[in-house]
């Protein structure tokens, strides 16, 4: 992505003139091949827009996509079609993703209906192909989709994105719905598919205690922009913004020689109708001075493989 931006018209109802909700706010980041690509963030704070940004269910209004050396920003749903297959979605919600009056088999076969011009036979091989891939078996594929629980209805939805072999996958809060000991089974079977099928992923979640355990590389997003970019490696051990170092410090942590305080942040995350002026944080920044209200900090390169959107020096 480059320098792109996503604004939606806000209601109507609540304003006499025309007022935007400013969703994406002039971002810019890549996803390398093979690599797991978090996005983290507070709800609301873009993650989602970006992710359907990237596979084209929403244009750009300003800034560009690329994918594969194609710059896709301003590409119709005809030019998407062929690339969609290349891009596939894990949603959230795995109760309400799955159409309930579908078998599992139908389901998981759907992209490859859409996609391809497999018989049934060669679809039904490839779906129970994938479905044991993901855990499940041949028994599963007639039933549907309320006789799962939340974790065997994930991996059907991942067996699903997996039909039309992509090159990503973009899986936005993929794990948020499950119980946590549920979420580690999740999160070790996107690792293991990674691998075998040579898998991108856009990580996208709330929590950053989720994508320790899956991410190369985390975003960290405030209203619309990127505050941090780096590896995981330096994003957990070297946290640098300061709205970082505040999401940090609110995890536990399981390294002692780790010490994190506990860093409260004042305020709520302001409306992206009315965005603050100069650094978004700064209404909430412990460390805000004055040419941060006047002043938006560009995403920059601070130390090596390691991005920051803050007026602060770091060296
Ligand atoms: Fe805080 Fe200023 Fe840095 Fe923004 S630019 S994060 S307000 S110190
Ligand atoms: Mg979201």
Known sequence: LNNVEKRFLASKKMFRENKYVHAINGISFDI????????????????STTGRLINRLLEPDRGEIWFHQ???SNYSSSQMKPLRKKMQM???DPYGSLNPRMRISEIVGEPLLVHTNLTA????????DLLEIVGLNERHAQSYAHEFSGGQRQRIGIARAL???????IADEPVSALDV?????VINLFK?????????????SHDLSVVENISDRIGVMYLGKIMELTSKEKLYKEPLHPYTKALLSA?????????RERILLKGDIPNPIDLPSGCPFHTRCPHAFQRCVEETPELKEVKAEHKVACHLSFS
Do not use: H, W
């Open 251 to 259: 995890i536990p942590i399981a390294d002692p020689t780790l010490k």
């Open 181 to 185: 000991s549920i979420q580690a089974q």
């Open 121 to 128: 036979k060669e679809r039904y091989r490839k779906v129970m």
């Open 163 to 169: 039909t039309v072999n992509p090159s990503l996958v």
């Open 32 to 47: 390398r091949q093979g690599e797991t690509f978090a996005l983290v963030g507070e709800s609301g704070c873009g993650k």
């Open 90 to 92: 894990v949603f959230q």
């Open 70 to 72: 194609e710059n896709i």
């Open 192 to 204: 293991n598919l990674q691998k075998e099928f040579q898998l991108t992923y856009l990580f996208i």
